[in-house]
């Protein structure tokens, strides 16, 4: 994701639940409850729950250190994964994924609204994926930004190209389609619905509905190019203190100045 679109996506949405690594496993768990300080290792419990519920890389969210060094602190025999994203820095993303990967336990990934752009790499770390009922899937091609001359452009054109045909291997690993095939949805931008996910085997079952998915955050996603009607309803208000503020209204600002250099 272009440092553009990750301010567009910053500025519109504004901070918002920060991933946290919380003991034992509740399902329920709205990331409201901030008893649970970030990234508590579970080290009596058998389970842990990793909430990712806003931008992956944000400057408002724990560094992808943080992040990794909770999830290799765990002790739990299975990790929940829980996702409600609207993507962010790809290498960020696969950073988490790969620490989930490596670590022994099981790990379930539960999208509980969205899994887009870059969360729809970091929920492949899933040995099972399922997905909430009007939850949503999407994947597009890797974007960046680049200053230089023509040979330092083609250089910038060509790892992009290196990222989506990673990122198509992967998603080639789980879902029962071609790279060719999942190459030509991420150039379209594709979203795909709870029922889609699973028909294409990107997910493996819907989940059960839960309290939960109607107090799930909606996020702003006009810093995309087709995102569906179902999620076209803007961030409902919620108050928050002077200094979150601040930080939405510096992305912003930092948004601008892009688009006046662009």
């Not at 500025?11 to 034992?24: E, L, Q």
């Not at 990234?39 to 969210?61: K, L, M, N, T």
């Not at 970091?122 to 230089?148: C, K, R, Y």
């Not at 619905?193 to 493996?204: G, H, I, T, Y």
């Amino acid at each position: 994701m272009p440092m553009r679109r990750l301010l567009k996506l910053l500025a519109a949405n504004g901070p918002g639940r920060k991933p946290k690594i919380v003991r034992g496993y509740d399902p329920d768990w709205d990331g409201d409850d901030d008893s649970n300080p970030a990234f508590d290792p579970d080290r009596d419990g058998d389970e842990a729950s990793i909430y990712v519920y806003d931008v992956i890389g944000g400057w408002d969210q724990p560094t992808t250190e943080e992040i990794v060094r909770g999830v290799r602190a765990l002790a739990a025999k299975t990790i929940h994964l829980r996702i409600n994203s609207p993507g962010g820095l790809v290498f960020e993303a696969t950073a988490i994924k790969t620490a989930l990967e490596q670590h022994p336990a099981r790990v379930i990934t539960h999208i509980d609204g969205m899994a887009a752009s870059a969360a729809s790499t970091l929920m492949l770390a899933g040995d099972e994926i399922e997905i909430a009922p009007g939850g949503f899937v999407m994947i597009h091609n890797p974007e960046s930004m680049a200053w230089g001359d023509a040979d330092e452009m083609r250089s910038c054109a060509d790892m992009l190209d290196a990222i989506r045909d990673s990122i198509a291997s992967q998603y080639a690993t789980r879902a029962s389609l071609s790279v060719e095939e999942l190459t030509a949805m991420m150039k379209a931008e594709t979203w795909l619905s709870a029922e889609q996910a699973v028909e294409m085997k990107f997910c493996d079952r819907i989940a059960a509905r839960t309290a939960q998915a109607s107090n799930l955050r909606r996020f702003d996603l006009s810093a995309y190019d087709h995102p569906p009607k179902a999620l076209l309803a803007p961030p409902q208000a919620d108050p928050v203190a002077a200094y979150l503020k601040t930080s939405q209204e510096r992305h912003a600002r930092m948004l601008r100045l892009f688009e006046r250099a662009a």
